[in-house]
């Protein structure tokens, strides 16, 4: 082999050796952020990052490093000093389960709402501070609605999360002590004003909302109930405002609530004194 070969096959050794050492860093680093994340479980959902740091066993610098890159990508979320599962993981998780039980169980009744209404017709399921699509039957109409199966959006925004929140007092409890994240300027921000609305909710049985959480949309929702008569999800109509005055939301509200009603038989929930 000449010299010209023999210092080419070093250089190339070389380069794989640099590109080894590269992929184990990635992997130790990978390895890290899944031990941060395995940190979270149903028992302790909110942690600190002294909480992280003593749980994993790892440097507060690294540590400090790592969650504020899960942060960055939304797969940690922060409030104030503590930090909880983020958004992009709940999209993952209804992507990775393809959302397919209910949403097949739901598809039927959902074809029906949207051929009786002429509008978007989604299903929504709870998944901690968030509701998840599992179902959406697109409008015919020329203006459509953009929502999409494993969208992910906190609970106090839309008529589909509202109705969810105002059934489960757990969780609205745990909204009342967090700041309420604000999209549009009809978003509600306010503790005192969502208690009310979540108030109104449960009396009248529905949910309605306009721009809260897209600008030109608004939507009407009702419960759906589980066997053991609690609410884990949700059906509403997404419409846009062009067609959505307040009054024909509420007429809306009756269809929406006999296809909740429906589903709801189909888990087989039944009301008191049935």
Not at 129 to 142: A, D, M, S
Request: with cysteine; net charge positive.
């Amino acid at each position: 082999m000449d010299e010209r070969g023999g210092s080419s096959a070093l250089t190339v050794m070389r380069d794989a050796d640099r590109s080894g050492t590269r992929s184990q860093g990635t992997v130790l680093v990978l390895r890290k952020a899944i031990a941060i994340l395995r940190a979270f479980s149903y028992e302790q959902p909110v942690l600190t990052l002294q909480d992280l740091r003593a749980m994993t066993g790892l440097p507060m610098t690294t540590c400090q490093r790592i969650v504020s890159n899960l942060v960055a990508e939304r797969v940690l979320e922060r409030s104030g000093d503590s930090y909880s599962i983020g958004r992009s993981v709940l999209e993952w998780a209804a992507i990775a389960k393809q959302a397919r039980p209910l949403g097949q169980l739901l598809s039927g009744i959902l074809n029906d709402l949207r051929d009786a209404t002429e509008e978007t017709a989604c299903a929504f399921t709870l998944q901690g501070r968030f509701r998840i699509c599992v179902e959406v039957i697109p409008t015919r109409l020329p203006v459509r609605p953009q929502t999409y199966v494993g969208q992910a959006v906190p609970l106090h925004i839309g008529a589909a999360g509202k109705v969810m929140l105002a059934f489960n007092d757990d969780v609205m409890r745990a909204a009342q002590r967090e700041d309420l994240e604000q999209v549009t300027d009809k978003t509600i921000t306010d503790h005192i004003q969502l208690e009310l609305e979540m108030k109104r909710i449960r009396k009248s049985g529905y949910s309605i909302s306009s721009e809260e959480g897209t600008t030109g949309l608004a939507g009407v929702a009702a419960p759906i109930f589980e066997a053991d008569g609690s609410v884990v999800a949700s059906i509403a109509l997404s419409v846009p405002v062009q067609r959505a005055g307040r009054q024909r939301l509420r007429a809306l509200a009756p269809v929406v609530m006999e296809a909740a009603k429906l589903a709801s038989d189909r888990l087989g929930y039944r009301p008191q004194g049935d």
